[in-house]
């Protein structure tokens, strides 16, 4: 018999804990996404994690560990070879990750690619760099306009961006062009783990501003996960976030697009409000895609707190057999060198109101230990190959 009825697992997109005991082969030795923040600012208002015992898992500058931790809590290291949104989020479902997506942040995407693009979609193709989304508008989004060429750029993650005006170039054709590139880029020597439309509005450098009508295109799985054994038992797997897309739709029984990720928010305390039988997967992704990115750690400090607030409002809506988990994919220190994302461990803590106890766990060696504690606590196998081993006979 199910110990929860229904699990809410929440990842605070970046939200790092700290380097990871390889960081130094990635690049990121001394990376500490959160405890960064926290020196950033004076007195980081964060106290609804404090109390599930963040505060508790490792030190923060101006947040007090708490008496009597409400939750428990843990540190947990990757397994996967990567510190991407896809590898991230993959592992926690029990995909162990070998080989690291292809990225193009040096060199931009290969003369090849781009002309069998330009010739598929026939626009005339201009960016083809690393870039931040906003920058490149303020570059380019004029000429764009103008002439009706396509802004093509990448990041420090695996993916190929497309901008798109939503009134001159049309959501219709920017969605198109994007299918394409998907579609070109499932080769291995240019296969990216995701494609992305980013449509904006505005008609000026300075006025331009991007919409929630963004789509990703993801690569599917590289095999089964916990969310289609159930799926197929049939256990609601809803989704919140671009957490429909980072697994291509696989295993998802309902999809919840997010404007921001309060919004996000406001979208899982209104599924608390409902009744259903299995998981509640959110991503809140503007940690990541607005501070963490753009290194600014004042921001991603406020973003935390209006995190916090909301988390505030979703914990006495919890039911007593209701189980929350908070967690994140990878680091993205705003105090750190360059864009990129960061080798971190990240936070695993968990809070039901039935809980009789609380503490400290074992730092779990796979992110999977997610997936293999939902996989337990509903009864299902987790499919064969996959990692992690359960934690649901520790949160009693």
Same mark, same amino acid.
């Given at each position: 018999?199910?110990?929860?009825?229904?699990?809410?697992?929440?990842?605070?997109?970046?939200?790092?804990?700290?380097?990871?005991?390889?960081?130094?082969?990635?690049?990121?030795?001394?990376?500490? $996404?959160?405890?960064?923040?926290? /020196?950033?600012?004076?007195?980081?208002?964060?106290?609804?994690?404090?109390?599930?015992?963040?505060?508790?898992?490792?030190?923060?500058?101006?947040?007090?560990?708490?008496?009597?931790?409400?939750?428990?809590?843990?540190?947990?290291?990757?397994?996967?070879?990567?510190?991407?949104?896809?590898?991230?989020?993959?592992?926690?479902?029990?995909?162990?990750?070998? $080989?690291?997506?292809?990225?193009? $942040?040096?060199?931009?995407?290969?003369?090849?690619?781009?002309?069998?693009?330009?010739?598929?979609?026939?626009?005339?193709?201009?960016?083809?760099?690393?870039?931040?989304?906003?920058?490149?508008?303020?570059?380019?989004?004029?000429?764009?306009?103008?002439?009706?060429?396509?802004?093509?750029?990448?990041?420090?993650?695996?993916?190929?961006?497309?901008?798109?005006?939503?009134?001159?170039?049309?959501?219709?054709?920017?969605?198109?062009?994007?299918?394409?590139?998907?579609?070109?880029?499932?080769? /291995?020597?240019?296969?990216?783990?995701?494609?992305?439309?980013?449509?904006?509005?505005?008609?000026?450098?300075?006025?331009?501003?991007?919409?929630?009508?963004?789509?990703?295109?993801?690569?599917?799985?590289?095999?089964?996960?916990?969310?289609?054994?159930?799926?197929?038992?049939?256990?609601?797997?809803?989704?919140?976030?671009?957490?429909?897309?980072?697994?291509?739709?696989?295993?998802?029984?309902?999809?919840?697009?997010?404007?921001?990720?309060?919004?996000?928010?406001?979208?899982?305390?209104?599924?608390?409000?409902?009744?259903?039988?299995?998981?509640?997967?959110?991503?809140?992704?503007?940690?990541?895609?607005?501070?963490?990115?753009?290194?600014?750690?004042?921001?991603?400090?406020?973003?935390?707190?209006?995190?916090?607030?909301?988390?505030?409002?979703?914990?006495?809506?919890?039911?007593?057999?209701?189980?929350?988990?908070?967690?994140?994919?990878? #680091?993205?220190?705003?105090?750190?060198?360059? $864009?990129?994302?960061?080798?971190?461990?990240?936070?695993?803590?968990?809070?039901?109101?039935?809980?009789?106890?609380?503490?400290?766990?074992?730092?779990? /060696?796979?992110?999977?230990?997610?997936?293999?504690?939902?996989?337990?606590?509903?009864?299902?196998?987790?499919?064969? #190959?996959?990692?992690?081993?359960?934690?649901?006979?520790?949160?009693?």
């Amino acid at each position: 018999m199910k110990k929860y009825k229904r699990i809410f697992t929440v990842v605070l997109d970046s939200v790092g804990i700290g380097a990871a005991g390889d960081a130094a082969a990635f690049g990121d030795e001394g990376a500490d $996404t959160l405890g960064h923040i926290a /020196d950033s600012v004076e007195g980081l208002a964060i106290p609804n994690l404090r109390r599930l015992g963040l505060a508790n898992l490792r030190d923060l500058h101006g947040v007090a560990p708490a008496p009597e931790p409400e939750g428990y809590f843990a540190c947990l290291r990757e397994a996967s070879n990567g510190k991407d949104t896809m590898t991230g989020h993959w592992e926690m479902m029990g995909l162990h990750i070998t $080989t690291p997506f292809k990225t193009f $942040t040096e060199t931009g995407f290969p003369k090849e690619l781009i002309d069998e693009l330009s010739r598929r979609t026939g626009r005339v193709i201009i960016g083809n760099k690393s870039a931040s989304g906003t920058a490149i508008l303020d570059e380019l989004g004029e000429e764009e306009i103008a002439t009706g060429h396509m802004i093509v750029y990448t990041s420090a993650d695996s993916v190929l961006q497309i901008c798109g005006n939503e009134e001159t170039f049309g959501l219709d054709e920017l969605y198109r062009c994007c299918e394409i590139a998907r579609e070109l880029t499932l080769r /291995d020597e240019w296969k990216v783990g995701r494609v992305i439309a980013r449509p904006y509005v505005g008609r000026k450098k300075g006025e331009f501003k991007r919409t929630s009508n963004r789509h990703d295109y993801a690569l599917k799985p590289y095999g089964r996960t916990v969310l289609n054994v159930l799926k197929d038992a049939g256990y609601d797997v809803i989704s919140v976030g671009k957490i429909a897309d980072i697994f291509d739709g696989e295993g998802i029984t309902e999809a919840n697009k997010s404007k921001s990720s309060v919004h996000g928010m406001e979208q899982t305390i209104e599924l608390a409000g409902r009744d259903f039988t299995g998981l509640c997967f959110v991503n809140l992704v503007d940690f990541d895609a607005l501070w963490g990115h753009r290194r600014n750690a004042e921001g991603y400090a406020g973003e935390l707190e209006r995190f916090d607030v909301k988390l505030g409002q979703l914990l006495p809506l919890l039911r007593q057999d209701d189980l929350l988990i908070l967690t994140a994919d990878h #680091g993205n220190d705003p105090t750190y060198k360059g $864009t990129d994302h960061t080798r971190e461990n990240v936070p695993f803590l968990a809070y039901s109101p039935s809980m009789q106890g609380h503490g400290r766990l074992p730092d779990g /060696d796979t992110f999977a230990v997610i997936g293999a504690t939902i996989a337990d606590n509903f009864g299902v196998d987790m499919p064969a #190959g996959s990692i992690g081993a359960s934690l649901l006979d520790k949160l009693v």
